[in-house]
């Protein structure tokens, strides 16, 4: 049955909140990753941009507050931002859709309180996956934190739901130290063992993608080094996509910690370079800087091999997603990757996907009733196609993966 502009809205709205996402791109792991997988209020008011939030709103001496416990840091998070000034950043609206959608009323209670409402509701990742409708996530996994890829040693966590992906920031950011890590696990030290390695980890956690971040300088590296030549050989006899997420520069304030980070330049030339000289290599794509929105459009118009994803970090704005989602449907129809939710606290996935659907949704409905004003015939399966494309299959099938 083809859909009117009367009944268009209600179906949009009902397909959009009922079909279950793959997030593509997070920082989450298992309940059963005792140290890295993190949950509630308080880990909430500890999530890095509310950090940077606090220190440049007020003078706290960043050392000072990086000495206190997570509970203090909270308290002081909220207090600040919460309490002292109106919480309108998209960082805060997020803790506060996430109450909301817990039903907590804040009305001047003490923070004590409303940390002990809210782990009554929220104690487990179940019910948030389930809140956000969240059905995967892909985590990111670092081989060279030997800590952290630990989780690989144990087979206590569902794998369907937490899936895995092979992040080699620190193959640029310190190759060195990276290198010794990979020759301290073998016998003879060389370059190879770097491909080796990559190939036992590969084994061990079966990644759905590779990753880096890159900005201008780490870029090079990765055009010339005869290291990265052979790792996108190794990539592509294993099919494995490359996830890029350009235009980070870290540590512009090493003080601030995580929260540190800002924006690098990017040349997007030698990103359709790359495109080129490794045609059967798959980029999934994301820049962090506004400037770059355009031009990584139009690439992925020429590279079949290019897929771009999300709104990355300072991307992830309602003031500019809008848009940017509008220009990229555009020149792209619906064969993009919307959205993933970088999450770092298992309940951000709540507010990271209300958030965007609230963006999302609106501009949809614009396009879906301009196609029924020139008579196309939208029908209830167009949308429920569109929407699992959208949330999902275009991030699989690029993937290769069910
Ligand atoms: O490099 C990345 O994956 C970024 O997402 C950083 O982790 C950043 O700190 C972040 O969490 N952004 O949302
Ligand atoms: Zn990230």
Redo the contacts with the bound molecule.
């Keep these: 049955m083809n859909l009117t502009n009367d009944n268009l809205p209600d179906k949009l709205f009902n397909s959009m909140h009922s079909t279950p996402i793959f997030d593509l791109?997070t920082?989450l792991f298992p309940p059963t990753h005792k140290g890295y997988y993190l949950l509630g209020l308080k880990n909430l008011l500890n999530y890095h941009y509310l950090i940077a939030e606090l220190l440049t709103a007020t003078n706290i001496e960043p050392s000072i507050f990086y000495s206190y416990n997570n509970d203090k840091k909270a308290s002081l998070v909220w207090n600040e931002l919460f309490v002292k000034r109106t919480p309108v950043s998209e960082a805060c609206a997020g803790v506060l859709t996430i109450l909301k959608q817990l039903n907590i009323e804040i009305n001047n209670k003490s923070f004590a309180l409303i940390c002990d409402e809210y782990d009554q509701k929220i104690n487990s990742d179940k019910n948030i996956l389930e809140l956000s409708n969240v059905s995967s996530l892909v985590m990111?996994n670092n081989p060279f934190d030997l800590d952290e890829w630990s989780l690989f040693n144990n087979n206590d966590w569902n794998k369907k739901i937490y899936l895995s992906s092979l992040r080699l920031d620190d193959l640029i950011l310190d190759y060195q130290e990276s290198l010794k890590k990979v020759n301290d696990q073998t016998t003879d030290s060389s370059e190879n063992n770097i491909i080796d390695y990559l190939e036992k980890c590969y084994l061990q956690s079966n990644p759905v993608y590779a990753a880096v971040s890159l900005n201008s300088d780490s870029f090079n590296i990765f055009l010339q080094t005869s290291t990265w030549k052979k790792i996108f050989i190794w990539l592509q006899s294993k099919n494995l996509p490359l996830t890029l997420m350009l235009g980070v520069n870290r540590g512009i304030n090493k003080s601030f910690g995580l929260a540190g980070d800002g924006i690098g330049s990017i040349n997007l030339k030698e990103l359709s370079d790359l495109c080129n000289i490794y045609p059967k290599n798959k980029f999934l794509v994301t820049c962090l800087s506004f400037n770059d929105q355009h031009e990584l459009v139009v690439l992925g118009r020429k590279h079949p091999n290019l897929r771009i994803f999300g709104f990355w970090w300072f991307m992830n704005q309602p003031s500019i997603i809008k848009q940017i989602l509008k220009m990229r449907i555009d020149m792209l129809g619906f064969s993009f990757i919307p959205q993933h939710s970088?999450a770092r606290v298992s309940d951000q996935l709540i507010y990271k996907w209300i958030h965007f659907k609230k963006i999302l949704y609106p501009v949809l409905l614009e396009y879906y009733q301009d196609l029924i004003d020139k008579n196309f015939p939208i029908s209830e399966t167009i949308i429920e196609r569109d929407m699992h494309n959208l949330f999902c299959a275009n991030a699989k099938d690029f993937l290769g993966i069910k």
């Design positions: 791109h920082h990111t970088d």
